[in-house]
Structures are given as structure tokens and as C-alpha cells.
């Protein structure tokens, strides 16, 4: 039995002013056959970190393509979409005949001249492999679940959790089920509902939770093989982004077709109800002023450069440091020149600095201190999950009571190395500014005594009425109020 493994994955934020080429996949994953490390899987290439370890026992061959993944940010520049693409499909062609494909995909990337990408992929693996062959995709819940990739694929998995802890466990199900597949013990067959609604759904938040504790308590159960949430990625002008559920059922289209639509109906329901309330920095300043016990969270979704804002807005910092607040932590701010310039002034050094506001309007104003350097690391990761993520170079700067992150690899808060790394203990601070959507709160929920959920002038609006979506099908919640959703697939 031989299967073939690749990753090509982004979430691409087609408002942000960042495009994304070679050079931002090189910065994050860029692995070309048989260099993934054994140690933990990277960003979207669980698939083949759990083939590679399942391969002799389960008694297949796993032929390994190349792994890209960069950042979330703005489209992928075309040739360069184009050249890691037909890479992976050369790698493909020559390593046939195949049983199976697994492609941890992110499910949201977006390049010049294509607008679904995965679908792109798809098109052309199920073009070079045949119908006889098994497609299996692993994609991000923050996807655009649409039909070309539905109708080009055999079994599609998504992350149920956010934030996405579950990324290894949900590999493992899509193997199980790709190898049951082809031990001919189950015939998977797929319908999806689409529920016409723009939302963000963090497990952490109890009605979410629930839902998600409830389909993962339906599979293996009734022939309901698995069932997916897309969440949808809110910050894309593309046609088909919307909420919809995929249920697999085993041989039964009727049963699958029922089972989404309830679901559907369910996450209709929940319109409104599965995202945090957000207070304005001021507000939220106050509050966590008035609790006693640290660490308070204050979460910035808007600059969340998982979301592929820029994360170099500097509103929060400058309103900490006008009410003097003691004992904070921010980060991270995106801001390679004032990294640069730290380490050439040294640890220890204090001087003047010119922090974040560089990339575009939303980055607001740059922020001018004397800062004194109290960090320094070279080439430093954090962790998130199973997962390992690289933050670059990074310095430290006290400005007043507070104690600010700069990184040169522009990701969001997710694990407590983001402080530690350079000699700052998150845990004994009053205060930590997380510039995250809720991917934070796997490592900083458990040392929070409160978290607070921050609306600022950043660009990623928690309003999606103010997103200038020109190509999103329309009527969809909350642009419109009456939709009409329903199966599709
Ligand atoms: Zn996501």
C-alpha cells in the first residue's frame, strides 16, 4: 500500500497590506521530502508527522512531498503559489501508483489570480491520481469549505478545537478513516449544510463547547464516521466564505444529509451567541486595574497576526502608558527594525526607540520611548499544543511598567516562551496584552486569574458588518438578516 503525503497551507487575509511569497513560507515551514523533524508536527503538516510515525505498523509505504506553510497575511504571490504547488504535484506524478493522498491543507489560502486555492490543489491531485484513489484533506476550521474541494476529494477532517489543540488528534482520525477506506470496512460519503453566517466560535466559551463535546460524542456511532464545523475565515473577500457543517456518514447520503442539516439548524440558532463580549481599551483597563490578583488577559483580537493583521498596532501600549499601569506584560509586536536596533544597543542598554505603527493605516501611530533593553533571543520559538512556532530574533524593552515583546517572525501570542525567552515570568504580572484571537488561551487561560477581550482601532474589526466585502455570495448573517441557508452538498 503506498500514500503520499505534502502540505501547502496559509490563511490569507486578502484585506491585509502584506502580501505573502517564498520568502514568508521559507521564514515559517519550507520542508522538501524527508527533512520534517521527528520532534513535533508543523503548522497544517500533522498528516504527514502521523503517517510517518503510523507507516510500519499499519503496513503501507509513506512517499513524502514537500511541506510549505507560511503565516497568516495577504495572497500568496502567484509564481510563487505556482511553483510550490507543481512541485508537490511532481513529487506526485513520480510517486505513483498511489492508494492514497493526505494533504494537510490550510483551507483558507488565497493566491493572485486563484480564490481557492485547496480547490486548485485538489483539482489537479484528483487529476493525476484517478477516481480508484483515496483523497484525504486535513483543513483548518477557519476555511472556506467550498464545493470544487468537496467534489474533489474523498474524506475532509477539520480542527474541532479553537484554539486549535487538536491538530495531531484530527490527522490520526483522517488516517483511520482513509485506512479503513481502502480496507474496504467503510464507503464515506459527505454532505454539508451551509448556514449562511459569518461568526467566531472558541470552544473555550461554554455554548461552543458543548456543541463540539456533542458531535465528537456522535462519531464512530449510528455510521456517523465525522463531522466537521467550518467555522469560515471571516477576513477573505472570496465567493464562497460561510459557516457549514460536513458530516461523513458511512454509505448512507440520506443519513448524512439529515444528520448535517440538524446540526446546521443547531449553528443557526447560535447566531449571536458564541463570541466573547469586547470592551474599549479604556474600559478594559479599568477593569483590570480594579482586580486585585494578576495575571489579568487582555486579548487583542484585532491585531491578531494569525488573522494576518500586521501586529504592530501600538493603541493598547500607549493608553497603558499614559495611565502609568505597574507590572504589565505586551506582546508580541511585530517590529523587525526596532529588533535590529535593539541588539545592536545591547542588553541593558537604554535608549530612545520608535515601536510598531509601520506597515499601514490600521498600525496607527508609531510609539516614540525611552526604553530600557531587558531581553534578548536569538532565533526563538514558542509553543503551541504539540506544535512548534518560530518568533525570530526578539528583544525585550521596559517602557515604564511595562515589559514589551518585539519578534521578527510575525505571529500571535500562543505559548508563555513568547515572555520566558527573554527572562520575563508571565505569571507574576498584573497585566499581559495579547495581541490573539483565543489561540492564546491554550498555554495563558490556565495562569489567568481574568481574561478581558479588547476591541481596538487594529484591523481585524470584530464587527463584520465593517469588513468592505465586495465578492462574498450574498444574503449571508450578519451583512444581511434574512439568508437562506441549507444543504449544498
Ligand atoms: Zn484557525
Redesign the pocket.
Known amino acids: 500500500m503506498r500514500i503520499f503525503s505534502a502540505t501547502l497551507a496559509t490563511?490569507t487575509n486578502t484585506f491585509s497590506p502584506l502580501p505573502t511569497s517564498l520568502a514568508s513560507y521559507k521564514e515559517s515551514v519550507f520542508l522538501r521530502p524527508g527533512e520534517h523533524p521527528n520532534d513535533a508536527a508543523r503548522m497544517c503538516t500533522a498528516p504527514l508527522f502521523v503517517a510517518r510515525k503510523r507507516a510500519a505498523k499499519a503496513g503501507f509505504s509513506l512517499i513524502e512531498g514537500s511541506c510549505f506553510a507560511a503565516s497568516p497575511a495577504g495572497t500568496t504571490n502567484r509564481q510563487d503559489y505556482e511553483a510550490m504547488r507543481d512541485e508537490i504535484l511532481a513529487q506526485l506524478g513520480a510517486a505513483l501508483p498511489l492508494d492514497a493522498v493526505l494533504l494537510g491543507l490550510?483551507g483558507?489560502m488565497v493566491a493572485f489570480g486563484y480564490d481557492d486555492v485547496e480547490g486548485d490543489i485538489l483539482a489537479r491531485v484528483r487529476d493525476i491520481v484517478g477516481r480508484q484513489c483515496v483523497i484525504g484533506v486535513e483543513l483548518?476550521?477557519?476555511?472556506h469549505l467550498t464545493l470544487q474541494r468537496l467534489r474533489c476529494s474523498d474524506i475532509i477532517v477539520l480542527?474541532k478545537e479553537?484554539p486549535?489543540t487538536d491538530v495531531v488528534e484530527r490527522a490520526e482520525d483522517l488516517l483511520e478513516l482513509v485506512l479503513a477506506t481502502l480496507a474496504g470496512k467503510i464507503a464515506p460519503v459527505m454532505s454539508v449544510y451551509d448556514c449562511r453566517q459569518i461568526q467566531s466560535y472558541p470552544t473555550t466559551l461554554p455554548l461552543m463547547r458543548s456543541f463540539v463535546d456533542k458531535i465528537k460524542a456522535m462519531e464512530g456511532k449510528d455510521g456517523i464516521l465525522s463531522i466537521s464545523i467550518a467555522?469560515c475565515?471571516p477576513y477573505a473577500d472570496v465567493p464562497e466564505l460561510s459557516g457549514r457543517v460536513l458530516v461523513i456518514a458511512d454509505g448512507d447520503k440520506s443519513k448524512a444529509d439529515a444528520l448535517a442539516s440538524k446540526l446546521g439548524e443547531e449553528m443557526l440558532a447560535m447566531r449571536g451567541k458564541t463570541m466573547p463580549s469586547y470592551l474599549d481599551i479604556e474600559a478594559a483597563i479599568a477593569a483590570a486595574l480594579r482586580l486585585d490578583a494578576g495575571p489579568v488577559v487582555m486579548a487583542e483580537p484585532a491585531d491578531n497576526a494569525?488573522g494576518g493583521a500586521p501586529s504592530d498596532n501600538t493603541s493598547i501600549l500607549r493608553a497603558l502608558v499614559a495611565h502609568e499601569v505597574p507590572d504589565a506584560g505586551l506582546g508580541p509586536i511585530w517590529d523587525p527594525v526596532a529588533v535590529r536596533l535593539c541588539f545592536d544597543a545591547g542588553l541593558g542598554a537604554s535608549l530612545p526607540l520608535r515601536i510598531g505603527g509601520k506597515i499601514g493605516p490600521a498600525s496607527g501611530q508609531p510609539f516614540d520611548a525611552n526604553v530600557c533593553i531587558i531581553g534578548l533571543a536569538r532565533d526563538a520559538w514558542q509553543s503551541f499544543g504539540p506544535t512548534k512556532v518560530p518568533l525570530g530574533d526578539c528583544a525585550a524593552v521596559r517602557v515604564g511598567g511595562i515589559d514589551v515583546v518585539l519578534i521578527c517572525n510575525r505571529t500571535q501570542a500562543l505559548g508563555l516562551e513568547l515572555f520566558s525567552n527573554l527572562g520575563i515570568d508571565p505569571a507574576r504580572k498584573r497585566i499581559l496584552v495579547l495581541k490573539s484571537t483565543n489561540?492564546f488561551m491554550a498555554a495563558f487561560g490556565p495562569i489567568a486569574k481574568q481574561v478581558f477581550y479588547v476591541d481596538s482601532d487594529a484591523p481585524l474589526s470584530r464587527d463584520y458588518r465593517r469588513v468592505p466585502y465586495r465578492r462574498v455570495q450574498r444574503p449571508i448573517w450578519p451583512l444581511d438578516e434574512e439568508t437562506q441557508p441549507g444543504l449544498i452538498f
Do not use: S
Request: glycine fraction near 8%; include cysteine; proline fraction near 7%.
Open positions: 490563511e490550510h483558507a483548518d476550521p477557519h476555511c480542527y479553537f486549535h467555522h475565515f494569525g489561540h
